[in-house]
């Protein structure tokens, strides 16, 4: 089985955007994280990361065909999105939404997700360590 690995807009950045909010891991690291804690489960792992929302919504699309979950971290798109929360519900997998930082004890912009109604389950503010809980979790779930 393979899981979908989505990261939004100025994820790329990690490493050097903002370090106390979000750490000193890189974007390359959290999929190398997700690529083996996945692979030790049994599942494959494709990674996306876009700045763009429609590249977005067609990389979720894909995974329709593909994948048996999805692994998101919207980024601000989170919070502005319906159509990436409606590209999630589209493809009907279950859908982790994971987020670096706690985002409810941050803006209060950033309490409000499009994508949590929709989600299997939501992990906010466990660093990188939340992208493993997910995997692990969705791996439950699809077992
Ligand atoms: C984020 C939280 C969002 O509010 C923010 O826009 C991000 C990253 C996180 O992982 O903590 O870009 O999703």
Redesign the pocket.
Known sequence: KRILLVN????NLLGTREPEV?GHDTLAGIEALVSSVGAELGLEVRAVQSNHEGELVDAIQSAREDCAAILI????Y??TSVAIRDALSAVALPVAEV???N?HA?EEF?HHSFVSPIAAFVI?GAGIQGYEFAVRRLATLIG
């Open positions: 939004g807009p100025n994820l979000y971290n919207p980024a601000a989170t919070h987020h670096l930082s985002v941050r950033r906010a």
